[in-house]
């Protein structure tokens, strides 16, 4: 069965630190997908990140950046020079191709960015 | 704004009663999703439409039913609504079905609270 972990469940951070959120997924499929989803405090859940099985290759998108390792079964993400804006409730997900399209959620990780 | 629509955004009612939740999809999309998000569960995927047919069950409650409309809205029905099932509900669309490559993208959600 499939299964996300976040084990940080909350991380404080001053105004442009950097951070890193941990994501570590367990599946049977060799073809799978992974997503990072923000919550803000306003709530709605705002699309970030795909990544499918076969591609390992690191992303960096402005000041978000996102390492795949298979090795590891870990997806993490790290937000360069942190501001306050990316104060939210971060998710990790997974959809085995086996499983349809459901996503499977970790717990989230809570991050607060104090100036 | 991902380009789902939900209504209503804050649901009050009592125990025992039955609500009906909506969403319009993305344009262009066929599939639906429905998730629920509480304190205790986390997020959990509950039932998928593609184009009018139920595709995907998840830990939905015999309570609870769903159905998409031939304009490709969709409606999440809950009856005999419990305290527990207070929660925030989202409903999320994407372009097809049985492929994990579809990234889903988010309504603002509904909240409900069950008095």
């Known amino acids: 069965a499939q299964k996300v972990t976040q084990a940080q469940t909350e991380i404080s951070v001053v105004e442009k630190e950097d951070v890193t959120l941990d994501c570590v997924y367990e599946t049977r499929d060799t073809t799978y997908y992974l997503f990072w989803y923000k919550q803000p405090p306003s709530g709605e859940l705002v699309f970030l990140i795909r990544r499918n099985s076969f591609d390992e290759q690191n992303e960096i998108s402005g000041r978000y950046s996102w390492n795949f390792q298979k090795s590891t079964s870990s997806f993490n993400f790290t937000i360069t020079a942190s501001q306050v804006v990316d104060s939210a409730v971060y998710f990790c997900?997974?959809?085995?191709?086996?499983?349809?399209?459901?996503?499977?959620f970790g717990g989230g990780t809570r991050l607060m960015v104090k100036p | 704004d991902s380009g789902v629509t939900q209504t209503p955004k804050h649901l009050i009612t009592a125990t025992g009663q039955r609500v009906t939740l909506r969403c319009s999809p993305r344009?262009?999309?066929?599939?639906v999703y429905w998730y629920q998000q509480s304190l205790d569960q986390g997020l959990q995927f509950l039932i998928q439409?593609?184009?009018?047919?139920?595709?995907a069950k998840g830990n939905i409650l015999e309570r609870f039913s769903a159905q998409q409309f031939p304009d490709l809205h969709s409606e999440l029905n809950l009856s005999s609504l419990e305290l527990g099932d207070s929660a925030l509900y989202f409903c999320?669309?994407?372009?097809?079905?049985?492929?994990?490559?579809?990234?889903?993208?988010f309504g603002p959600g509904t909240r409900l609270t069950v008095l």
């Open positions: 999320a669309s994407s372009v097809s079905t049985g492929y994990p490559t579809d990234t889903q993208y």
């Open positions: 997900a997974l959809s085995e191709e086996n499983a349809g399209n459901m996503l499977t």
């Open positions: 439409y593609y184009n009018g047919e139920e595709r």
């Open positions: 344009s262009g999309d066929l599939s």
